[in-house]
Structures are given as C-alpha cells and as structure tokens.
C-alpha cells in the first residue's frame, strides 16, 4: 500500500522498502500517465517517463524491467485509483439508488483529473489484455455486489443479475467519455442524476413511494 496515496502497491515492479522510494515509484507512475495519456503506449519512451518524473534513468530501472512493465503497473494502479475514488465517497447506510449516483459521480471527477485513463485502459486491451479484463471485471464485480445488497434490503429488483451491474458500467464509461474526457461542461453530480433517473426507472423495486 503507498503510505501517500492509499493506493494499493502493485503486483508488477519492484516494491521500494523506504519512504523516498514510494515517492520514486509514485512520481514514476504519475509521469507514466502523462507520457502514455500524451504518446500512446508506442510512442511513449522510458526517458520521457523519467524526463517528466525528474528522476534519473537509473531510478527507472529500479522499479521496473522495461515500458512494458511499468505500462502493466500503471493500468493496475489506474484501475486502483478508481476503485478508491468510489470507496472513499460510498456511503453504505445511504439508499441503493443514492450509492450508484455517488459512485458515478465520483468516476467522473476522476476522470476529468485524469483524462489519460480513457486512452490507457483502452490501449491495455491490446498492450496487455489481462489487466484490461480485470480492471472491468473488478469494477463490474463491485457494482455488482452493491446492486445485490440493495435487492436484498428490498430497494431494487430482485431478479438483478450480474448482466445488470455490466449494462450500467457501460452506461458509465460512455457518460464519463462525454462528460469528463470530451468536455466538462456539466457538473458531474447533474450527470449521475440523469444517469439515476434511468436507474429509477429500470431497476428500481416497483410499489415503492
């Protein structure tokens, strides 16, 4: 776990043992989004990584093997940051409907601080397609288990299956593609609630006031 960030340490790379080291590796992660967000995984060099990160190329090689390996990192770390996005704002006593319009709406802040996630996930279903399936699996898996815990507190439909959870992941990506990567001009809560009222309206209990 990086003590700075909460983020979890991933399984690709090399875990540093002290505190300068974890600013190392997140200074490294954080300038392998802008180069892979701005280049694209072909592109994108080691030293342009460590250029952006002002660390020495030695300090690449610490960490990681090759771009490859730190492009694997960086998808799981991504995907992490997602995960803790919606994990710090989920309020487990709020309504079922009001936890998925907390959840999208904090994805979508996310996304607009960072952009480059969209090109990079996308890039991982050819650069590395494990990571690519488990970062949608995982997301979906997640959605999935707060969907059944409000079927069962009797707030949503109780025939929800996980084909529900991926339906409305996918609604998600696609707001967040418009409303956090193309263009910002909405705020992200007012775009949750369009999203919410679908929901309302989907998979929501019927007889409930």
Avoid: C
Avoid at 1 to 17: A, F, I, L, N, V
Avoid at 60 to 68: A, I, L
Avoid at 78 to 93: F, I, N, Q, Y
Avoid at 109 to 136: G, L, N, Q, T, W
């Amino acid at each position: 776990m990086d003590s700075e960030t909460g983020r979890p340490q991933t399984e690709y790379g090399k875990t540093p043992r002290t505190e300068r080291g974890r600013r190392t590796l997140r200074k490294l992660l954080d300038a392998a989004a802008l180069e892979f967000g701005e280049h694209g995984f072909h592109e994108a060099s080691i030293t342009g990584i460590t250029r952006r990160a002002g660390t020495a190329l030695g300090s690449f090689y610490t960490y990681f093997d090759s771009k490859d390996e730190i492009f694997r990192a960086l998808v799981r770390d991504l995907s992490g940051g997602v995960r803790d996005a919606v994990k710090e704002t989920h309020d487990p006593d709020a309504a079922s409907l009001e936890q998925e319009r907390q959840a999208l709406t904090s994805f979508l802040r996310f996304a607009r601080e960072h952009k480059e996630i969209y090109r990079i996930i996308d890039e991982a279903e050819f650069v590395d397609p494990a990571s690519f399936r488990a970062h949608y699996e995982n997301t979906a898996s997640r959605m999935f288990a707060r969907l059944k815990e409000g079927a069962d507190k009797g707030e949503l439909r109780e025939d929800l299956s996980e084909a529900h959870a991926w339906a409305i992941m996918g609604m998600n990506v696609f707001l967040g593609l418009r409303y956090a990567v193309w263009s910002d001009d909405r705020k992200a809560m007012d775009i949750a609630e369009v999203a919410s009222s679908i929901l309302r309206e989907g998979i929501a209990a019927t007889g409930r006031d």
